[in-house]
């Protein structure tokens, strides 16, 4: 199955920092989800975005969706240490089958 | 309760050996799924049952055997499995109706096959 593609793969801040993770597919979708999941663990949803909006927001996290450039933006706000986990995008196809991301491993310093 | 449980945490079996992966949730949820993860990799989706009965195989080999005895629970049957088995195994539920498509994850299996 295809893939979406997270870039950056890995990337490593300071506390307080900013952070924005991008995702991009190949199909068309019903909606897009974000996911995190903390080292060797189960991954917990953040936050769900459907097909007709643009932005939404959930505390530190705001997502974005653009369609037509099949891609998706996590922002998440003045990060904290325990921020640090394996983030991932996933879309849903048919049967309600989600095809997640390759993932961007975030790491957030004290 | 909105916990996803899976049993055991760790398992180290041999190649010959028969073992059993367990996960229970107790959402009320008709949909459940088994991932297999690999280190630094994302989750790759193996089975989905709804309503207990399965509904996709993602061309997984035999060796894997799922098996949905009631709503609850869920199970994956391991038998003469390979070395490159060795993985995080994943079990999520999702309520199969409405227009949520919120997948609850359960800590996952850690499995080593010798």
């Known amino acids: 199955s295809q893939q979406g593609e997270e870039d950056p793969q890995a990337l490593s801040i300071q506390e307080g920092e900013n952070a924005t993770m991008n995702c991009s597919y190949k199909?068309?979708?019903?909606?897009l989800q974000w996911y995190r999941q903390n080292s060797g663990r189960g991954l917990v949803h953040l936050i769900l975005?459907?097909?007709?909006?643009r932005e939404k927001h959930s505390g530190r996290l705001r997502v974005t969706l653009d369609t037509s450039k099949k891609s998706s933006s996590l922002l998440i706000t003045a990060s904290r240490a325990a921020d640090t986990a394996s983030y991932f995008c996933a879309h849903r196809g048919s049967n309600y089958k989600l095809t997640f991301g390759k993932g961007t491993l975030l790491t957030v310093n004290p | 309760d909105t916990e996803v449980t899976q049993t055991p945490k760790h398992l180290v079996m041999g190649m010959t050996n028969k073992k059993s992966l367990k996960c229970e949730q107790h959402m009320g949820h008709r949909a459940m799924y088994w991932y297999k993860q690999k280190a630094k990799k994302p989750p790759e989706l193996m089975f989905v049952?709804?309503?207990?009965?399965?509904?996709i195989n993602e061309s997984v080999p035999s060796r894997f055997s799922p098996e949905c005895p009631n709503s609850s629970l869920l199970n994956l049957h391991l038998h003469a499995l390979q070395p490159e088995d060795s993985a995080l195994y994943l079990c999520a539920s999702r309520r199969n109706s409405g227009s949520t498509d919120t997948q609850y994850f359960g800590p996952g299996t850690r499995l080593t096959v010798l």
């Open positions: 049952y709804s309503y207990e009965k399965l509904s």
């Open positions: 975005i459907r097909s007709n909006e």
């Open positions: 199909t068309s979708i019903n909606n």
